[in-house]
Antibody
Framework: QVQLQESGPGLVKPSQTLSLTCIVSNASITSGHYFWHWIRQHPGKGLEWIGYIYYNGNLYYNPSLSGRVTLSIDTSKSHFSLTLSSVTAADTAIYYC??????????????????WGRGTMVTVSS | IVLTQSPGTLSLSPGERTTLFCRASGPVDSTFLAWYQHRPGQAPRLLIYGASSRATGIPDRFSGSESGTDFSLTISRLEPEDFAVYYCQVYHSAIWTFGQGTKVEIK
């Protein structure tokens, strides 16, 4: 069973940088069939896509966060990471990592998330 | 693109049939419309992709359909484990967007 596990500090001070890592198990992070995403959920709100990184380092960020977000990938350790700079209370959220599919099992192009981590709560507060 | 889900909350009993709705603010490719189930403390689960295809291992009581910019998820007979929050999601113009969710709670 594919597993994703987020890790990182649960509390970050305002203006500092939030850093999270997602460890991928039982799946190849170098597969060209998948994107590796970060998604967040503000308290009591819906889900917000943050960005993705591909195994070769190609990436794309949500324009609403672009400029503060950096994604990276370490294929040798089977993990990918998120950093978010200059955080404010508005960045308080549950952060999820997820595997995004490029194709379904029949080879049709899709753009969904077939495996997610359980999420990690990050609070921005002094 | 904005996805608007309705209703916000459904109060139902096990065994009932229900339909959840998701409306896109503009034309989207239904190939890229998906539904997820999210139980508290758990990882979200892919239910439906391509608007109407069930993901691997998803019971056939879950079905999806589309009509223009309107999409729906039907649960034919609610099981106790189906009480959760459901999200629709679309990929459009290089952005992944989610609806705000519909909570299905036990009446």
């Amino acid at each position: 069973q594919v597993q994703l596990q987020e890790s990182g500090p649960g509390l970050v001070k305002p203006s500092q940088t939030l850093s999270l890592t997602c460890i991928v198990s039982n799946a190849s992070i170098t597969s060209g069939h998948y994107f590796w995403h970060w998604i967040r959920q503000h308290p009591g709100k819906g889900l917000e896509w943050i960005g993705y990184i591909y195994y070769n380092g190609n990436l794309y960020y949500n324009p609403s966060l672009s400029g503060r977000v950096t994604l990276s990938i370490d294929t040798s350790k089977s993990h990918f990471s998120l950093t978010l700079s200059s955080v404010t209370a508005a960045d308080t959220a549950i952060y999820y990592c997820a595997r995004g599919r490029y194709y379904d099992d029949s080879g049709y192009i899709v753009r969904d998330f077939d495996y997610w981590g359980r999420g990690t709560m990050v609070t921005v507060s002094s | 693109i904005v996805l608007t889900q309705s209703p916000g909350t459904l109060s139902l009993s096990p065994g009932e049939r229900t339909t959840l709705f998701c409306r896109a603010s503009g034309p989207v490719d239904s190939t890229f419309l998906a539904w997820y189930q999210h139980r508290p403390g758990q990882a979200p689960r892919l239910l439906i992709y391509g608007a109407s295809s069930r993901a691997t291992g998803i019971p056939d009581r879950f079905s999806g359909s589309e009509s223009g910019t309107d999409f729906s998820l039907t649960i034919s007979r609610l099981e106790p484990e189906d009480f959760a929050v459901y999200y629709c999601q679309v990929y459009h113009s290089a952005i992944w967007t989610f609806g705000q969710g519909t909570k299905v709670e036990i009446k």
